[in-house]
């Protein structure tokens, strides 16, 4: 029976050892260095052109996108903002704008479009006042800017609403506009037309109901320090809408000379 010597026994080892250690190495070299991808504004010799990055097909958009340059899209033309819309509008147009500017603008600007919404009255900054004459006057082109980029303090609403929204916005608040100094000129031959004095009267009210009347200039809504006092006052402490638990509403009440 042959046997193998020791010596040939370590050396048929060591030989398979190497072949296992090149084999090993060889696999360590297929990792993502070497796997086949195309480096951007990397030239590759797989296409005749040389060109990694190929070229998009004739007429491709990007999913959900137009030409983003447009009117629709905008508000401008030759760099100027336009008074149209960009598409016709109806009263389903109109009472989406009015949905949308109720949701999203009535918080600043109220829901009359006069800058005195809920959070302006808490102390935000005034919002504009969209039946002033000189805001009155600029294109719808410039209320969807504004509503798309931002102005000031205003933050863009871009994200939230979308670009058709953003027109009918536009044209509910051109809508708003005229309402407060509509004629009845400006009514179509035919239409039944009441006034508000006609419709005070209707619903038991006196003719001048509709006027005469202002918004306050704080609300009576009670601030939190009024709601949820912080601590009991002290003997040594001020009692009463003065008292340092009280909130602005409270305060506010004082200089009026209430209590």
């Not at 006027?211 to 601030?223: F, I, M």
């Amino acid at each position: 029976m042959h046997t193998h010597s020791p010596k040939s026994i370590f050396r048929w080892t060591l030989a398979s050892a190497a072949v296992a250690l090149m084999v090993v190495a060889a696999g360590c070299r297929q990792d993502m260095q070497d796997e086949p991808k195309m480096i951007p504004q990397r030239g590759t010799r797989f296409f005749a052109s040389g060109r990694s990055v190929r070229p998009q097909v004739e007429g491709t958009v990007a999913r959900n996108e137009g030409d983003e340059d447009d009117y629709f899209h905008t508000g401008l033309i030759a760099n100027q903002e336009q008074d149209k819309m960009p598409f016709p509008v109806t009263m389903t147009v109109l009472l989406r704008g009015q949905e949308q500017f109720n949701i999203y603008c009535t918080p600043c600007h109220s829901r009359v479009g006069n800058g005195r919404g809920m959070i302006v009255e808490r102390g935000y900054k005034p919002a504009g006042d969209l039946i002033e004459p000189r805001i009155k006057q600029e294109p719808l082109g410039h209320y969807f800017a504004v509503i798309s980029n931002g102005y000031g303090a205003m933050p863009d609403y871009a994200a939230q609403v979308s670009t058709k929204d953003r027109w009918a916005i536009a044209a509910y608040i051109r809508a708003l506009q005229l309402s407060q100094s509509a004629t009845l000129q400006d009514v179509s031959p035919g239409a039944n037309v009441q006034t508000l004095a006609e419709v005070s009267e209707q619903m038991g009210y006196s003719p001048n109901f509709p006027e005469g009347w202002t918004l306050p200039d704080v609300t009576n809504v009670p601030s939190a320090g009024d709601m949820f006092p912080s601590k009991t006052v002290g003997a040594n402490e001020p009692k009463g809408p003065e008292a340092p638990n009280r909130g602005v509403a409270g305060k506010r009440a004082v200089a009026k000379g209430t209590k």
